[in-house]
């Protein structure tokens, strides 16, 4: 089968103007040089050149040979520096939930971007479950990933802390531990990390929602909200994003539910260029701001006693 290496002897043969430069050139010996150069007219079934006493010319099938031979052996010398570049550069993949690419990723890619204009990145929205799927099976080479994470099979940094609230219809009471739990939680799909906290905190009630209605955008679950169909959990970070966020009460959940750290994950032991830029960018403080990731304290809320 033919291989660069092959193609590399030919190369040589033509350009240094016979076996026995080439061979210098090589480091190898003339009989090894004569062998592959028969070897792939062998193969090709074609003579690669013509043959008058020791001088070789090249042959019709040599000259077109010669061609792919020449661009075969640069984009592999391209590609080997590539590999070595440390600069990130070329595709990057990367996943994320619907939350983190709508609120905190548009300042950190457009920085990214301005930084590394030789990176093509792409972006793809899923839940942490389906995001570290398509990691482990090459689809995507990293993601931010609400927490937990399996030790064992990822890589991760702390990107972010959310801080996730309660929201309920405007004119509805306060939600305290003594009091009665929501008749209907607004939630997204299985997996969401939001729902599992919201899940998590009627479960430590002893309940149950009566009712779980099943959106597909924050847009669609503050409206519903706002509409009085019932509660639901998000980061404080997406309702501060609402021009109109003062149409919900807001709950501060207890301590115990409060805050869920995202994490930037890829395979264990395949980090990249790519990856190690956008650590930087993301451990990077806020452009007029402090160190802390967090959200702003609360805007508003009703008191909600710590669960025990």
């Not at 599992?196 to 847009?219: N, T």
């Not at 007029?288 to 990731?293: E, L, M, R």
Request: charged share 25%.
């Amino acid at each position: 089968m033919m291989d660069l290496r092959d193609l590399e002897i030919f190369h040589a043969v033509v350009t240094e103007g016979g076996v026995t430069r080439a061979a210098e050139k090589l480091c190898r010996v003339q009989s090894n040089v004569t062998t592959r150069v028969k070897q792939l007219e062998a193969e090709l079934e074609r003579p690669l050149f013509l043959r008058e006493g020791k001088k070789l010319h090249l042959a019709p099938a040599g000259r077109v040979l010669f061609d792919y031979a020449s661009r075969l052996l640069d984009l592999a010398e391209e590609a080997r520096q590539a590999v070595r570049d440390p600069r990130p550069r070329g595709l990057f993949r990367l996943g994320a939930m619907e939350s983190t690419a709508a609120v905190r990723l548009p300042a950190p890619l457009t920085e990214f971007y301005r930084r590394h204009p030789e990176v093509e990145l792409h972006l793809r929205t899923g839940n942490p479950t389906q995001s570290c799927t398509a990691i482990l099976s090459g689809e995507i080479d990293a993601a931010l990933v609400a927490e937990p994470v399996l030790e064992n099979r990822f890589d991760h940094v702390e990107a972010f802390v959310e801080r996730l609230v309660m929201i309920a219809p405007p004119d509805s009471a306060p939600i305290d531990a003594g009091g009665p739990v929501p008749d209907t939680a607004i939630v997204f799909e299985n997996g969401c990390p939001h729902r599992r906290q919201l899940e998590a905190w009627y479960a430590a009630r002893g309940d149950m929602p009566a009712k779980s209605i099943e959106l597909g955008s924050y847009h669609a679950m503050f409206g519903s909200v706002v509409a009085g169909m019932g509660v639901a959990v998000m980061p404080e970070s997406v309702l501060q994003a609402f021009p109109e966020n003062d149409r919900v009460a807001v709950n501060p959940l207890p301590e115990a539910f409060r805050e869920l750290r995202t994490l930037l994950v890829w395979r264990k032991g395949a980090s990249s260029p790519s990856i190690g830029a956008l650590i930087d960018i993301l451990q990077e403080p806020p452009a007029g701001k402090g160190a802390s990731q967090r959200p702003a304290p609360h805007r508003r809320g009703n008191a909600l006693a710590k669960s025990s």
